[in-house]
């Protein structure tokens, strides 16, 4: 059962998006998306209330993409993932609006806690 929530996850290693969207698909609808440009392109089409972004994608990296889906979705709210969690990167994905960031490999629970709370923040 899927919720009424659409998380959209953009990530370039399949095993990664796969693995994310069978422990989502029970409470939100999933989308995937394997780059910059194909996430682009899917929250220009449809409504995403959630966006889980690789901070390391090839073609597009993922910071660029979040500059460019707040160019286009200003309030979208996205939690950065990265397998590199250091100080640097963690400020800049602030700095480009993100909401947080989770670090690879990160505890299921933590993930659901981080996704829960920005979208009941929507709610409010």
């Not at 996850?9 to 969207?21: M, N, S």
């Not at 959630?50 to 910071?63: A, Q």
């Not at 602030?94 to 829960?116: N, V, Y």
């Amino acid at each position: 059962m899927s919720g009424d929530k659409i998380i959209l996850v953009a990530d370039d290693q399949e095993g990664i998006r796969a693995l994310l969207k069978e422990i989502l698909q029970e409470f939100y609808t999933v989308l995937e998306a394997k780059n910059g440009a194909e996430a682009l392109g899917i929250i220009k089409e449809r409504r995403v209330h959630l966006v889980l972004l690789d901070v390391k994608m090839s073609g597009m990296c993922g910071l660029e993409t979040l500059s460019s889906m707040k160019e286009v979705k200003p309030d979208i709210k996205v939690l950065m993932m990265t397998g590199y969690g250091d100080p640097e990167t963690l400020s800049q994905v602030t700095e480009r609006g993100a909401m947080g960031c989770l670090t690879k490999p990160f505890e299921i629970q933590e993930m659901l806690d981080k996704i829960s709370l920005a979208l009941r923040d929507e709610e409010e």
